[in-house]
């Protein structure tokens, strides 16, 4: 079970679903209990200018914190900062990379047919 404690829910679905591509069937909780065996356990926390997370691999006894300036009016930028903050944290931990980097669900697809439709050839959009 991972438990995904974040003190601002606006990036929670970014980063799920990326925890949930590097720990395939896991389940998630939102919430810290005492007795709960976690096997990841991720904090964020949201600050003016920054995001904090940190990643508690409770297997490994390792624990992974990072910090990115973000601006917040931005929502895409700063999703992508934390989503690639994410994938360096828990690439380190799991020893994966993802084919896809830190795209999640159908973008991936729709950007490559988006290109190879546009006339970009298969070698440019790989």
């Known amino acids: 079970m991972i438990g995904l404690i974040l003190d601002d829910q606006s990036f929670e679905q970014d980063i799920r679903e990326l925890l949930m591509a590097f720990y395939p069937g896991e389940h998630f909780l939102h ?3 005492n007795d709960e065996d976690f096997r990841l356990l ?5 600050g003016d200018d920054f995001f904090r997370l940190s990643l508690e691999d409770k297997e490994q006894g390792i624990t992974k914190a990072s910090e990115t300036k973000v ?3 931005d929502r895409f930028e700063t999703k992508n900062r934390i989503k ?7 690439g380190e931990l799991t020893g994966r990379e993802l084919p896809w980097g830190t795209l999640t669900g159908i973008r991936p697809v729709k950007i490559a047919m988006t290109k190879l439709l546009s006339g970009s050839k298969e070698e440019e959009v790989f």
């Open 31 to 33: 919430e810290e209990k």
């Open 42 to 46: 991720v904090h964020g926390v949201t």
């Open 71 to 73: 601006d917040f009016s």
């Open 84 to 90: 690639r903050m994410l994938y360096g944290m828990a």
